[in-house]
Nanobody
Framework: QVQLVESGGGLVQPGGSLRLSCAASGNGFSMNVMRWYRQAPGNQREFVAYITSGGSTDYLDSVKGRFTISRDNAKNTMYLQMNSLKPEDTAVYYC??????????????WGQGTQVTVSS
C-alpha cells in the first residue's frame, strides 16, 4: 500500500507564500493522477488541484492564478506552491493519489495532512 506524507504547512501572513509537499513511499507502483484537497474547520473537504502523470492540471476556481501544482515523477513527490495567500485559504491540506500496483488500480488513504494558517 502506497503511503503519502504531507509537509510544508505553517503560519503565514496574508499575501505570503508557502510550498507544500506530498511524498509517496512504497515499491512497485506507478503513480497516476495526484490531487490536493483541503478542509477548513466546520467545512467539508474540498478539491483544490490535480495533476496527471502527463502534467495536465486543474484548480479550484478560487485558487486559480495563485496556486501552482507540480510533481517530480522520479521522486514520486507532488508540490503545491501557494502565493498571495488569503485568510480563507486557512485549512488542513491533504493529498491523495491514484496508482497502479501490478494489475491493480488503487487510491491512497488519507494522511495526517498539513495545517496552513493565514493570519496577521
Amino acid at each position: 500500500q502506497v503511503q503519502l506524507v504531507e509537509s510544508g504547512g505553517g503560519l503565514v501572513q496574508p499575501g505570503g507564500s508557502l510550498r507544500l509537499s506530498c511524498a509517496a513511499s512504497g515499491n512497485g507502483f506507478s503513480m497516476n493522477v495526484m490531487r490536493w484537497y483541503r478542509q477548513a474547520p466546520g467545512n467539508q473537504r474540498e478539491f483544490v488541484a490535480y495533476i496527471t502523470s502527463g502534467g495536465s492540471t486543474d484548480y479550484l476556481d478560487s485558487v486559480k492564478g495563485r496556486f501552482t501544482i507540480s510533481r517530480d515523477n522520479a521522486k514520486n513527490t507532488m508540490y503545491l506552491q501557494m502565493n498571495s495567500l488569503k485568510p480563507e485559504d486557512t485549512a488542513v491540506y491533504y493529498c491523495q493519489a491514484e496508482y497502479q500496483e501490478g494489475t491493480f488500480y488503487r487510491t491512497t488513504n488519507w494522511g495526517q495532512g498539513t495545517q496552513v494558517t493565514v493570519s496577521s
